[in-house]
């Protein structure tokens, strides 16, 4: 666990060697951790960084994976909707237009844009940062595209859209003959590989990797 720091000491302390917590903004000496070990921050308990290993390559496969599954996500049926004898494929992308062609040109742009747009590029940006790692090439680059990535880590709302989708299956069910379609299986695969992402690709170790130093992010 780090130590707090005496305010006396600030002053003598390089500013890399201090930690602060995210959340009650302690001020500590950074903890040297080994593979696999945690720091918590001793007032809070806030897990202030986890030192995970070969975190560029399951990060890496992670964010191929999810890649793969962002196509079938928003482009195949979520829900097949048979009413009066008609029946509808409901995908993410046709809910955008129907939206569109609706007259709510607006609430259509925020649901691609939080739905489809920022997700992709939160994806891309990952994609961009971990092969500058991993290919030790265009840190500068890679640097920019994970400020970036931070920057739309609040606007990607995969979460709200599923519960959206979850809220319209329950009251569509006593008004219309419904079934699931494969892409609410992707859709909620997407979902669970991005969540792990979070939790594989730790900051620490790539902010660390990206500025030079060594902290065998790719162990
Ligand atoms: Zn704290």
Known sequence: MPN???????AERPLDELVACHECDLLMSKPTLRTD???????????????????????????????????PANF??????HLLGQSSDDTVWSGVVGLYNAGMQSVALVVFLCSMAI???????????LLSIRLGVGRSHGLFFYRIYHHLRDWGMLEVYLMGVLVAIVKLADMAELSL??????????????????????????????SGEDVHAGD
């Open 119 to 129: 997700p992709l590029l939160k994806l891309l940006c990952q994609l961009a940062v």
């Open 76 to 81: 195949l049926p979520i829900m097949q909707l």
């Open 4 to 10: 707090p720091v005496e305010p006396q000491a600030l």
């Open 181 to 210: 379609g494969l892409g609410i299986v992707c859709f909620i695969s997407l979902l669970l590989v991005q969540v792990w992402l979070e939790v594989v690709m730790s900051p620490h170790q790539i902010w660390a990797a990206l």
């Open 37 to 71: 070990e945690k720091a918590h921050c001793p007032r809070c308990g806030y897990e202030l960084f986890a030192h995970r290993h070969n975190v560029v390559n399951r990060s890496l496969a992670l964010v191929l994976t999810a890649l793969l599954l962002y196509v």
